[in-house]
C-alpha cells in the first residue's frame, strides 16, 4: 500500500512569491495516476493536476505539476491571493486512492 | 453540468450503522464510471474510504473495509455508503465523488459533492 508524504506542512509566503510543495510515494506511482487538489475552508477539494502534470480544466497556468517515480512537485509560480489554501496530493494504483496529509499555503 | 448531493442523519449513535445516499444529476450513473465516498474529520486531510464502479464492483480502504459496504442503484441514479460500528473517530465531512475512467482526467475525483458533516454522538 503506497503511502505519500507531502513536505512542508505549512509554507508561509507573500503574494507573489513562489511556492514549490512537495509529495514523496513510499514506492514508484504511475504518474499518469498522480493528482494534485486544493481545498479552501469549507469547500470540497478542487482538482488542480492530474497526470502529475496536467492541468484541469479552468485551472490558472501559474499551477504547474512535475515529476517521476517517487517524487512530484506541484509549483505556484506567483501566489495570488485566492492561492492560499490547502494542497493535497493523491494517487490512483492497485484500486486503492490514496491521499497526502496536505501542505498549507498560507499568508507570510 | 454534473452535480453530486449527499444526503443522510447528521446524527449518528456509536455502535450504529452510518447511511448516506449521494444522488447524481446531469450525468447517468450508468456510464462506466467509478463512483466514490472520501471523508475528512475536523481539521484533518481528506480520507479515501471507498468506490463502486456502474456495475456495482467495489474496493475499500483496507483500514476500513470490514465495516464499509457501498452499493449502486441505476434506477435512482444514486449510490449509497453503509458504515457498521461507529464510533467518535468516524465523525467528519462525507464527501461523495466522480471518478470518471476512460476520459479525462481518468481516476481522479474531478467532481465532489458540497460534502455532509456526520457527528457520532450519543
Known amino acids: 500500500e503506497i503511502v505519500l508524504t507531502q513536505s512542508p506542512g505549512t509554507l508561509s509566503l507573500s503574494p507573489g512569491e513562489r511556492a514549490t510543495l512537495s509529495c514523496k510515494a513510499s514506492?514508484?506511482?504511475?504518474?499518469?495516476?498522480l493528482y494534485w487538489y486544493q481545498q479552501k475552508p469549507g469547500q470540497a477539494p478542487r482538482l488542480l493536476i492530474f497526470g502529475a502534470s496536467r492541468r484541469a480544466t479552468g485551472v490558472p497556468d501559474r499551477f504547474s505539476g512535475s515529476g517521476s517515480g517517487t517524487d512530484f512537485t506541484l509549483t505556484i509560480s506567483r501566489l495570488e491571493p485566492e492561492d492560499f489554501a490547502v494542497y493535497y496530493c493523491?494517487?490512483?494504483?492497485?484500486?486503492?486512492?490514496?491521499f497526502g496529509q496536505g501542505t498549507k499555503v498560507e499568508i507570510k | 453540468q454534473v452535480q453530486l448531493q449527499e444526503s443522510g442523519p447528521g446524527l449518528v449513535k456509536p455502535s450504529e450503522t452510518l447511511s448516506l445516499t449521494c444522488t447524481v444529476s446531469g450525468y447517468s450513473i450508468s456510464i462506466p464510471d467509478h463512483w466514490a465516498w472520501i471523508r475528512q474529520p475536523p481539521g484533518k486531510g481528506p480520507e479515501w474510504i471507498g468506490a463502486?464502479?456502474?456495475?456495482?464492483?467495489?474496493y475499500y480502504n483496507p483500514s476500513l473495509k470490514s465495516r464499509v459496504t457501498m452499493s449502486v442503484d441505476t434506477s435512482k441514479n444514486q449510490f449509497s455508503l453503509k458504515l457498521s460500528s461507529v464510533a467518535a473517530a468516524d465523525t467528519a465531512v462525507y464527501f461523495c465523488a466522480r471518478a470518471p475512467i476512460n476520459y479525462g482526467a481518468a481516476y481522479s475525483f474531478d467532481i465532489w459533492g458540497q460534502g455532509t458533516m456526520v457527528i457520532v454522538s450519543s
Open positions: 493523491q494517487q490512483y494504483g492497485a484500486s486503492l486512492w490514496p
Open positions: 463502486i464502479y456502474y456495475r456495482g464492483n467495489t
Open positions: 514506492q514508484s506511482v504511475d504518474s499518469t495516476y
